[in-house]
């Protein structure tokens, strides 16, 4: 069973540093891509991050860049999102989503339709 579990998630002050995990369960994590996505109360769940499969590529959105930071640890089937330098309109739930290539690559994308497996999410909450 494919399975995605966030966690990391909670309240921080304005400013402050939170560090995201996605771990996967039920399959090979290197064949996949992984993107990070966030939903807003009242917003569309929209792209934050993603990182191909080979590593090689990774992608922000402007809102998050130089900020945010994506890496993956295949051995421990984890992708991690780290967060820096938070601001109130970071809150959001945060999920991570994973989509399987046949080859190793350098595609990645921040649309939530390139990909097939989604976490539960996890809540961020910037405020003082």
């Known amino acids: 069973q494919v399975q995605l579990v966030e966690s990391g998630g909670g309240l921080v002050q304005p400013g402050g540093s939170l560090r995201l995990s996605c771990t996967a369960s039920g399959f090979t994590l290197s064949s996949y891509a992984i993107g990070w996505f966030r939903q807003a109360p009242g917003k569309e769940r929209g792209g934050v991050s993603c990182l191909s499969n080979s590593g090689v590529t990774t992608y922000y959105a402007d809102s998050v860049k130089g900020r945010f930071t994506i890496s993956r640890d295949n051995a421990k089937k984890t992708v991690y999102l780290q967060m820096n330098s938070l601001k109130p309109e970071d809150t959001a739930v945060y999920y991570c989503?994973?989509?399987?290539?046949?080859?190793?690559?350098?595609?990645?994308?921040?649309?939530?339709?390139?990909?097939?497996?989604w976490g539960q999410g996890t809540q961020v909450t910037v405020s003082s």
């Open positions: 989503a994973a989509v399987r290539y046949t080859n190793i690559n350098s595609i990645c994308s921040i649309k939530t339709g390139s990909y097939n497996y």
